[in-house]
């Protein structure tokens, strides 16, 4: 059974950083694409940051030079770094696996001005 559990989320001021870590058990995090998505109060989810499983990553613009996803195949965990935090960065933030296909419960980023 996949089982994908965040954390490192928390309340940082505007212009810290935040390292979240997805932690995979049931399923190697080298063979699969993963992505962090994120979901404001009363605003859809969207997607974050994608890293395949050949390596490349993608970033949405609004976050691009600010957070790097990366992945340890060893420790089957998959980090979202998060530099020059802004208060519109507030969200719970999600792991998935495949699109979508597999959730974790999601952890709370608050920044505040």
């Known amino acids: 059974q996949v089982q994908l559990v965040e954390s490192g989320g928390g309340l940082v001021q505007a212009g810290g950083s935040l390292r979240l870590s997805c932690t995979v058990s049931g399923s190697t995090v080298s063979n699969y694409g993963f992505g962090w998505y994120r979901q404001g109060s009363g605003k859809q989810r969207e997607l974050v940051a994608h890293?395949?499983?050949?390596?490349?990553?993608n970033y949405a613009d609004s976050v691009k030079g600010r957070f790097t996803i990366s992945r340890d195949n060893a420790k089957r965990t998959v980090f979202l770094q998060m530099n020059s935090l802004k208060p519109e960065d507030t969200a719970v933030y999600y792991c998935?696996?495949?699109?979508?296909?597999?959730w974790g419960h999601g952890t709370q980023v608050t920044v505040s001005s």
């Open positions: 998935s696996r495949d699109w979508g296909g597999y």
């Open positions: 890293i395949s499983s050949g390596g490349s990553r």
